[in-house]
């Protein structure tokens, strides 16, 4: 869970900050590289959701995973998960829901929030993304090297840790 969270916020983040005019300095930089990892991971799984014929886009592909991970999931959480605004994420929830792979439903506690959960259909278009997911980890460590792949991967999770434990120790020297 922590990787798909991870990537999606560093996703978002990274689109956010559009790639500068040619800066060696910036261009170089950790997270330009994963700014250009990022768009190539991008392009592939383009490729695979056409390979796959999914009917949905990439942008939308966290608004239909979240509720599949967590089911019951509300709109408020969706927005703050993938960073994006209500409006957006309603927007998106609403396509994904003609296309029969959301159902939303009220919240009985809170009669505000509305809930998020996947279909039938909605259930075996996540399958089929975590198959493309598991396929592009298949062809990374091919092209990587197995031993490689999994130095970096727990390079990143370590890093994952670390900016974790910063964020939790600026939060509580604010408080």
């Known amino acids: 869970m922590c990787q798909l969270y991870l990537a999606l916020h560093l996703n978002l983040f990274l689109m956010m900050n559009p790639c500068e005019k040619y800066d060696p300095t910036i261009n170089s930089s950790l997270l330009d590289q994963f700014k250009r990892i990022i768009y190539l991971i991008q392009q592939i799984g383009k490729q695979q959701i056409e390979k796959f014929k999914l009917e949905i886009e990439t942008d939308q592909l966290p608004i239909l995973m979240l509720p599949y991970i967590y089911p019951g999931i509300n709109q408020q959480e969706i927005a703050q998960l993938t960073f994006r605004d209500k409006s957006s994420v309603n927007r998106t929830i609403k396509k994904l829901e003609l296309l029969k792979y959301l159902t939303v439903s009220e919240n009985l506690k809170d009669k505000r929030q509305k809930n998020i ?52 120790e600026q939060i509580d020297n604010n408080n």
């Open 117 to 168: 959960s996947t279909t039938e259909q909605g259930e075996i278009e996540a399958k089929k993304i975590i198959q493309i997911r598991e396929l592009m980890e298949t062809k990374l460590k091919l092209a990587y090297g197995e031993k490689e792949y999994l130095y970096l991967n727990n390079t990143l999770n370590d890093l994952y840790d670390k900016l974790q434990n910063l964020i939790e």
